[in-house]
């Protein structure tokens, strides 16, 4: 791993490290910080501008170096949901540092003091942004395997070793696919259930129907045989007054 790129010492403001390095993670913020040291007997003002403003946070982004004293600077990367290709990083840091009145305050310092107009001599120091591999835990060491026991999984199966991130990497990507397949399967199955009950429902409301026309015809008939029995009865009747 290349070493970080050493300090460097203006006439201003001696500024340490030149190379800002984040141990890049996927959905994680991450922080680094840079130090700013006050040789003089000046009070010093600083800005610190980048290339990348929606993706970093700098606090603070203004200051004050009171003489021979230090100020600390955070740069914090918001969460990435890519990675680079080849871990590449192009954005880059300018801190500009002038010569401030004595007693300055960091709410009397202003975007015009940086600029050429003002007069001002001004110091601009340019810093890099490098991406580096997270630190990864130590190993457990392994214990020795029983005779004639099954061996262990190896560190990249688990997604413990360093081809554990890759591993992780993959099956986020594969996850997504999955769940979109599944919910394709099911969306299916609903669709085939939801036509089979509608045709199952057809087919009970031409039953109903068919026995509701049976249960008229019945309620006809019965009818038609009462009348003819009524009728038959009167006949005998009247028969018998005849006959008497």
Do not use: W
Not at 82 to 109: H, N, R, W, Y
Not at 214 to 220: P, Q, V
């Amino acid at each position: 791993m290349a070493a970080p790129a050493p300090a460097t010492t203006g006439e201003l403001l001696r500024i340490d490290p030149l190379e800002l390095r984040f141990p890049f993670e996927l959905k994680k913020q991450i922080s680094c910080s840079m130090q700013l040291s006050n040789l003089s007997n000046d009070y010093i003002a600083f800005k610190v501008k980048t290339t990348s403003p929606k993706k970093y946070s700098v606090r603070p982004n203004t200051g004050v170096v009171l003489p021979r004293s230090t100020c600390d600077v955070v740069v914090t990367m918001q969460a990435q949901r890519e990675a680079p290709p080849d871990m590449q990083c192009k954005d880059k840091f300018l801190v500009q540092s002038v010569v401030a009145p004595a007693g300055i305050t960091v709410k009397d310092v202003t975007g015009d003091m940086f600029t050429k107009e003002s007069g001002n001599k001004m110091e601009e120091v340019k810093l890099r942004v490098t991406y580096v591999a997270p630190p990864q835990p130590p190993s457990p060491v392994p214990e020795e395997s029983e005779e004639g026991s099954p061996p262990r999984a190896s560190e990249s199966e688990s997604g413990d070793g360093p081809a554990g991130g890759f591993t992780r990497a993959f099956r986020e990507r594969i996850d997504p696919q999955e769940k979109s397949l599944e919910a394709g399967a099911l969306i299916s199955k609903l669709t085939e259930e939801k036509n089979s009950a509608i045709q199952q429902n057809h087919r009970l409301r031409q039953e109903l129907d068919s026995v509701r026309r049976e249960i008229s015809k019945r309620r006809g008939g019965g009818f038609s045989f009462i009348v003819v029995i009524i009728v038959a009865l009167i006949g005998i009747f009247l028969g018998y007054l005849m006959k008497s």
